[in-house]
């Protein structure tokens, strides 16, 4: 008796099971009658181990199936925003190092599933080599560990000025600097521009590192990127957009020449029409604190979060400042810190530290 038990616990194994022999025939008559004292009895005992047969299988698709892929969705994922290190890769590499030496530590931590450098990485784009050296050795950290992108800023030109001569940046971080890259996904047709993409949860999103003036060129290069990825949630990082003292985006273009746009015409030729664009972070303006976030909605009345960090008026180029954005899908919550590795502090005034709400399964 023990010996037939133990053989159907191991062969069903599962939890809503009656005590059943596996195979009726093997059995003879007097085991059977005292597991079954009537033939109804067995038929009904038949039955249950059916139904807790099909139970099992209800319970994995309806309730536990649901639950472990909303697991893996509801993991949190972190932005890294790198505002202008152009001070600490003229005079002060201490503090770029910092920056990126901490994300390495805390890539996992945080799960951290991209790094944006909103621009001005050196001072002096065509005239110092040993700028963009401290850069790239700060930035080359981050590869194999986590995408990453970096805009164009004004100081990262040739001339400050000069609008579409780049050589040196994209020496130093233009496509083919990121060839080997599964994330990376190609430049403008000017090469100043570029697009790459990472998974935040289960999400995959689009991240655009765009040029300085955005020309109308670039805006259609972005359309016929966005175009091969409907409805990819998108984020833009670009140098020049919100300016602090105003408190809104510059009306004018910061060179005022050529093709170039201004934040405000980028907003109203691209991004208030392309509702997958979710989100624009920059720096550059830094004159009344070099901070400012806000919300704004676009022609689908959805709401787009427009983030300026920007720090190298403080102290040491900017203490090694840096903001980050973490996404919980659980909350649905995208919690913006700001943090300086290399003093071991938070900033955590209201426009350092702010939690912006979004509905992750309608927006995401
Ligand atoms: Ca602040
Ligand atoms: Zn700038």
Same mark, same amino acid.
């Given at each position: ?34 597991? &079954? ?38 993991? !949190? ?91 040196? #940046? ?37 991240? #655009? ?23 990819? !949630? ?43 664009? &979710? ?13 400012? #976030? ?10 787009? &979060? ?34 300086? !590795? ?23």
């Amino acid at each position: 008796m023990n010996a037939v038990k133990g053989k159907i616990h191991k062969k069903i194994g599962l939890w809503i099971t009656p005590n059943l022999p596996e195979n009726e025939t093997k059995l003879d008559q007097k085991t059977k009658d005292s597991l &079954f004292p009537a033939e109804k009895d067995y038929e009904e005992a038949l039955m249950i181990k059916k139904k807790g047969v099909f139970l099992q299988i209800f319970c994995f698709f309806v309730l536990i199936l649901p639950v472990t892929c909303s697991q893996i969705k509801q993991q !949190p994922f972190t932005i890294v925003m790198l505002p202008d290190t152009q001070n600490y890769s003229e005079k002060l590499p201490k503090y770029f190092h910092d920056q990126t030496k901490w994300i390495a530590e805390q890539e996992k931590t945080l799960n951290i599933a991209f790094v944006t450098h909103v621009g001005d990485i050196v001072q002096r784009g065509d005239q110092v080599l040993e700028e963009w050296e401290v850069a790239k050795e700060a930035m080359s950290r981050l590869d194999g560990l986590v995408p990453w992108g970096v805009a164009i800023g004004n100081h990262d030109y040739d001339l400050d000025g000069t609008h579409r001569n780049g050589e040196m #940046f994209k020496r130093y971080f233009g496509a083919k600097r990121f060839q080997d890259k599964t994330w990376y996904g190609r430049t403008s047709p000017d090469g100043l521009s570029s697009f790459q993409t990472f998974t935040g949860g289960d999400q995959e999103f689009l991240i #655009f590192h765009l040029e300085s003036d955005i020309p109308d060129d670039t805006i259609a290069w972005v359309k016929s990127v966005l175009e091969d990825h409907p409805g990819k !949630p998108t984020i833009l990082s670009t140098h020049i957009y919100l300016d602090d003292r105003t408190q809104s985006r510059d009306i004018k273009p910061y060179w005022q020449k050529e093709s170039g746009n201004s934040a405000e015409q980028v907003w109203q030729k691209l991004i208030r029409k392309t509702p997958q664009i &979710f989100m624009v972070l920059c720096g550059h303006w830094s004159l009344a604190g070099g901070e400012w #976030f806000q919300v704004s909605r676009n022609d689908a009345g959805q709401e787009v &979060f427009e983030i300026l960090a920007d720090y190298q008026q403080r102290e040491n180029g900017g203490n090694g400042w840096l903001r980050y954005l973490q996404f919980n899908p659980d909350t649905n919550e995208i919690r913006a810190k700001t943090y300086s !590795p290399s003093l071991g502090q938070f900033e955590t005034d209201e426009n350092s530290d702010f939690v912006i709400s979004v509905n992750f399964d309608e927006r995401f």
